[in-house]
């Protein structure tokens, strides 16, 4: 795939570049765009990828049911037998409405990030030393989080309750909005937040020692594909099982208007948790599915960001020459 060569399409440069006002965007500009259109296809393509385990796993951890991989699986078929094959993908379309901005936004200011980073530890055009590393990603998925959460909400809604109580994503938010108010649309915002800051920080981190080992030992500085999956496969496995616990915390305090309950901090959505459920059957339930669904999902995020990154950059040489 790396060694493809571009097709010639026969136009000019100034006609196949992005552009304002019948001019060629500056390179920065261009830089800017390539990665926003390259995180919304990475976001898009994995989460749809482990949509059906990414709606069980959600209604596990805002039920109190024990998790088991044999219930996990009942789940899923008496869904498939009682509504269907495709709602498994039940809330995907809120889904895409949130991950696609968030995936853009997020790889598009974690590469910004790592440029204003390096720029003042001295790291121009070099790779950044740890924890500049860690801080570009942590301030890409605080960024994202923060601009995109009330969709992250809506999407939880969606996922667990039957499809006669919301029939839409607008539905969602005229319903919350008028029958719980607006700052509802914010609720599990500050467990999301701290759990993002590790999250997100360990993925990138991760991925981008695990590239940057890889070029040092094997003198390739690209790697193949299927590299670029396991190096991003072990980056969501480390970066979520750091953050599980407040993704349960979060999914709670985001269903409690829908489940019953009336979580209104993170310490006492914890506590609850663990005295009703246990710490570990309460706080990691469900982590060993997230196993299995987060790796594939990050490693196909990186992996197809990279690539599309590069594509667009081959393309764009390829018209100018």
Request: aromatic share 10%.
């Amino acid at each position: 795939m790396g060694n493809g060569r571009v097709a010639e399409v026969g136009l000019t440069r100034a006609e196949a570049e992005p552009s304002l006002h019948g001019h060629a965007l500056p390179e920065d500009k261009r830089n800017v765009l390539n990665s926003l259109m390259s995180g919304a296809l990475a976001g898009a393509v994995a989460k749809t990828a482990v949509a059906p385990l990414d709606r069980t796993k959600i209604m596990f951890q805002v039920s109190s049911t024990r998790f088991s991989a044999k219930e996990a699986y009942r789940l899923i078929y008496r869904t498939y037998l009682n509504d269907g094959f495709f709602s498994l993908w039940r809330g995907n379309s809120a889904t895409m409405v949130r991950v696609i901005p968030y995936a853009a936004i997020q790889f598009c200011a974690h590469e910004e990030y790592k440029q204003l980073l390096g720029s003042y530890y001295g790291f121009q055009g070099k790779a950044l030393t740890p924890l500049p590393r860690f801080l570009a990603g942590s301030l890409a998925g605080t960024t994202a989080a923060t601009l995109t959460y009330p969709l992250d909400l809506v999407r939880a809604r969606m996922a667990v309750t039957p499809k006669e109580m919301y029939s839409n994503i607008i539905h969602v938010f005229i319903r919350i909005s008028r029958e719980e108010g607006l700052k509802t649309l914010y609720r599990g915002f500050a467990p999301t937040i701290l759990g993002v800051i590790p999250y997100a920080g360990l993925s990138f981190f991760t991925y981008e020692t695990l590239k940057k080992l890889h070029a040092d030992h094997s003198g390739r500085t690209e790697p193949y594909p299927v590299e670029r999956l396991v190096f991003g496969a072990c980056a969501g496995l480390i970066g979520q099982s750091a953050s599980y616990p407040l993704d349960v915390v979060r999914r709670r305090m985001q269903t409690a208007g829908v489940t019953g309950h009336s979580y209104t901090s993170i310490l006492r959505t914890m506590s609850e948790i663990i005295r009703e459920e246990g710490l570990v059957r309460g706080l990691y339930k469900g982590l060993s599915m997230n196993w299995v669904k987060g790796p594939i999902a990050v490693g196909i995020s990186f992996t197809t960001f990279d690539l599309t990154q590069i594509l667009l950059r081959r393309w764009q040489g390829g018209v100018g020459r």
